[in-house]
């Protein structure tokens, strides 16, 4: 049995500092604060309040002497506000990029645009880039897009783990819809180069597995992307959920990625379940 991995399967450079700063924080000062989940990865959560990382809904929740740690997805700009305001102790953990993408969006409307985010409604990331500018659009779909009343002028972005095909679909509708239109392209580099590869890997496999968890947006793109070009593609949360009758005597190849939100270790339990199913002794290769 061949069995491939996709070169960046996993966390991504943003993902992994939050999930590191979240360690360290709450080894430092015995707990440290969140709100909401800091990765849509349910073992990575339970671990991490192991160590006493806590997730609140609300900034009261939180102690006077404790820190809260603001995640990559980015936060609202009424919660940042606020926390200064309280001069709370604010870690800072919003990936960089989406850091660019608020402050692109800040430009885009300083223009005299109509904001259009290209996301899905209601996503922490999405709901941290809307809050930076007053009134903006959020739409998820073509059919949204189609839905939309013309515009004079409009500056749009992206959410940026979105596929390029949904981006691209939305833009060309929204070309028909809007006479001055500047789009600035805010998918992260990280999460293009992820799906670059399962379209690859999905297209010389027999099997794809998809490792992330179902509440996890970008892992759900790339299940959907492999499908379209691998229909045996299966989206596990963890390597238990891997069910043996997938990897029958017909399937001579196996490729594995990774949502951005899943840690090396549950990849690397993965690759190893496949390997006694298979009786495979070969060590994997890597699919650059």
Not at 82 to 88: H, L, N, V
């Amino acid at each position: 049995m061949k069995i491939i991995i996709a070169k960046d399967a996993g966390y991504c450079f943003g993902v992994r500092d939050a999930v590191n700063s979240a360690y360290e924080m709450s080894k430092k000062y015995g707990e440290v604060y969140m709100l909401g989940d800091i990765v849509h990865n349910e073992s990575v959560v339970d671990d991490l309040a192991k160590e006493g990382v806590k997730v609140v809904e609300k900034l009261d929740q939180i102690p006077s002497d404790k820190p809260v740690l603001f995640r990559a997805h980015g936060t609202a700009k009424n919660v940042w506000q606020k926390a200064e305001k309280q001069k709370m102790n604010i870690i800072d953990a919003t990936c960089p990029l989406v850091h660019e993408i608020h402050h692109e969006v800040k430009a885009l409307h300083n223009e005299g645009r109509k904001i259009i985010i290209i996301g899905d409604h209601g996503h922490d990331e999405v709901v941290g880039i809307a809050s930076q500018i007053p009134d903006p659009i959020v739409i998820a779909s073509v059919e949204e897009a189609k839905a939309l009343r013309k515009t004079k002028k409009a500056g749009i972005v992206s959410q940026s783990t979105q596929t390029i095909e949904n981006v691209q679909d939305i833009i060309n509708i929204l070309m028909t819809k809007v006479f001055d239109l500047r789009f600035v392209n805010t998918i992260c580099f990280p999460t293009k180069r992820n799906q670059e590869q399962i379209k690859e890997l999905s297209e010389v496999t027999d099997l794809m597995i998809i490792i992330g968890s179902f509440t996890s947006a970008n892992s759900k793109r790339l299940t959907e992307l492999s499908k379209e070009r691998n229909k045996n593609t299966y989206q596990v949360t963890c390597a238990a959920e891997i069910d043996s009758t997938w990897l029958s005597s017909d399937v001579n190849s196996v490729g594995i990625s990774a949502g951005a939100s899943t840690p090396d270790w549950i990849i690397e339990s993965v690759i190893k379940k496949v390997k006694e199913i298979t009786n495979t002794e070969e060590k994997e290769i890597i699919h650059e």
